[in-house]
């Protein structure tokens, strides 16, 4: 009787959780696409626009944001082509794996950090990279 009454408590969350994964799914890819986005116009506002404030109080402004981009994640920076994989929730948040295409045709994956802010936006709250097992995204 125990693990009945279990299984239909853990229905129960995972009924309520998926349509609720499904509208922040669809808020995160927009989210990651509008910063790569962005970045391949060179747009120093918008991209810094779209990091949490986490990431901006450690880069108080859109050109540091983006000499940092600049010099620490190439892939990201200048992305030829971008995969979602990977969705997962995490602590307050989510964590999102992007399988990336750099200039050169090499593989990477960045793994995002996102969380929802008060105003309801979806912020990048970090990313980490490295280098992806195929020959392109």
Do not use: H
């Not at 964590?95 to 990336?100: I, T």
């Not at 936006?121 to 392109?136: A, E, H, Q, V, Y």
């Amino acid at each position: 009787m125990r693990s009945f009454v279990l299984s239909l408590a853990l229905g129960a969350i995972l009924s309520l959780s998926g349509p609720a994964l499904a509208d922040d799914r669809s808020d995160i890819q927009a989210t990651i696409s509008a910063q790569l986005g962005a970045f391949r116009a060179g747009d120093k506002a918008a991209a810094y626009g779209l990091a949490a404030p986490n990431i901006q109080r450690l880069f108080p402004s859109p050109d540091v944001f983006m000499r940092m981009v600049e010099t620490g994640y190439e892939p990201v920076y200048r992305s030829s082509s971008a995969t979602f994989g990977d969705l997962r929730p995490e602590g307050s948040g989510f964590r999102q794996e992007v399988n990336l295409t750099d200039a050169a045709g090499g593989s990477w994956i960045a793994t995002y950090t996102l969380e929802r802010q008060p105003d309801g936006s979806m912020k990048i709250t970090g990313c980490s990279l490295r280098k992806g097992d195929d020959l392109s995204a």
